[in-house]
């Protein structure tokens, strides 16, 4: 099992910033990425930013050169640094830890979300 726990979310006017942060708990040795994924009303969750055990990063297209998606490895923590927020970006914002199976396949534990609002 692996825990995650959110922190950083509230509301925040365009074009300032917010930082969301995720620590993972209990099995982490099994993680091999962690991530933020985001869903709107009536919208489908969706990708935001990843980062994988070896380090590569993958950004949505909305968010890239505005958020940095980066990790403290002495605290099994995830951070998402958002500048320059726009009130598209307002969403749940859920922390994602991708694990291997002894299978081969793989399967995602989930953060309980935090919210995150931009005012025009």
């Known amino acids: 099992q692996v825990q995650l726990v959110e922190s950083g979310g509230g509301l925040v006017q365009a074009g300032g910033s917010l930082s969301l942060s995720c620590e993972a708990s209990g099995s982490t040795f099994s993680i091999v990425a962690m991530g933020w994924y985001r869903q709107a009303p009536e919208r489908p969750r969706e990708l935001v930013a990843t980062?994988?055990?070896?380090?590569?990063?993958n950004y949505a297209d909305s968010v890239k050169g505005r958020f940095t998606i980066f990790r403290d490895y002495a605290e099994n923590t995830v951070y998402l640094q958002m500048n320059s927020l726009k009130p598209e970006d307002t969403a749940v914002y859920y922390c994602n830890a991708r694990n291997a199976l002894p299978t081969g396949g793989a399967f995602d534990f989930w953060g309980q979300g935090t919210q995150v609002t931009v005012s025009s």
């Open positions: 980062l994988s055990r070896g380090g590569t990063t």
